[in-house]
C-alpha cells in the first residue's frame, strides 16, 4: 500500500509541476498573441476608425490627431504593439527586453481602460446604462482580465531575470 501512494504521489507531483510549467508559459504567449493580433489589425483602415471614436474622447489622448493622421496614428499604435509582443515573448532567451514588452502592454491596456470612463456609449443605455456593457463596452472591459495578466507576466520576467542574474538581491524589507 505505501509503494502505491508512492506512486501516486510521485505522478501527483509531475503533473503539479507539467501544469506549472503550462501555466507559465501559456498565459505569456497567450498575451503575445492577442496583442499581436491586435497590433497587425491597426495596419488595416478598418482598425484604424475603430479606434478613432477612442482616441477621439480621450482626454488624454485626442491631441495625438492634431499631430497625426488616424491611418499614422494607428500604424504607429500597430508598431508599439508588434514590438511589445515581440519583446514579451523573448522572456525564456532575454528576460529584460520581456521586462521591456511587460512594461509596454501594461501602458497599452491602462490606455484602453480609461476608454471605458471616456467613450460615449459604453454602458448600454437602451438597456438601463451602467453597469451593463455596450458592444464597446465589453470590448474595453476585457483589458481588465489583459492588465493582470500583464503585470503577471512582468513578475515573471523579473524573477527570470533574478535567477539568470543571483547576484541581483532583493532588499529585505522588514
Known amino acids: 500500500m505505501n509503494r502505491r501512494n508512492n506512486l501516486s504521489a510521485a505522478r501527483s507531483a509531475k503533473t503539479v509541476a507539467m501544469t506549472m510549467q503550462l501555466g507559465t ?8 498573441v ?17 479606434i478613432q471614436p477612442l482616441i477621439a474622447h480621450s482626454p488624454f489622448m485626442n491631441w495625438l490627431y492634431d499631430v497625426f493622421s488616424v491611418t499614422t496614428f494607428s500604424f504607429l499604435l500597430g508598431i508599439f ?3 511589445a ?3 514579451l515573448s ?3 532567451w532575454r528576460p529584460n527586453a520581456s521586462i521591456v514588452g511587460c512594461v509596454m502592454a501594461i501602458a497599452l491596456f491602462v490606455a484602453t481602460i480609461s476608454f471605458l470612463f471616456t467613450t460615449p456609449g ?5 438597456a438601463g446604462g451602467f453597469p451593463l456593457l455596450s458592444l464597446a463596452g465589453g470590448f474595453l472591459i476585457k483589458d ?13 520576467a523579473l524573477a527570470a531575470r533574478q535567477a539568470a542574474s ?9
Open 25 to 32: 508559459g501559456l498565459p505569456r504567449f497567450s498575451l503575445v
Open 34 to 50: 492577442v496583442i499581436a493580433w491586435f497590433g497587425a489589425m491597426k495596419f488595416t483602415s478598418y482598425e484604424a476608425q475603430g
Open 81 to 83: 504593439e508588434l514590438a
Open 85 to 87: 509582443a515581440v519583446l
Open 90 to 92: 523573448l522572456k525564456p
Open 122 to 126: 459604453v454602458f448600454e443605455a437602451s
Open 144 to 156: 481588465v482580465a489583459l492588465l493582470g495578466l500583464a503585470v503577471w507576466t512582468l513578475a515573471d
Open 166 to 174: 543571483p547576484s541581483i538581491a532583493v532588499a529585505d524589507v522588514g
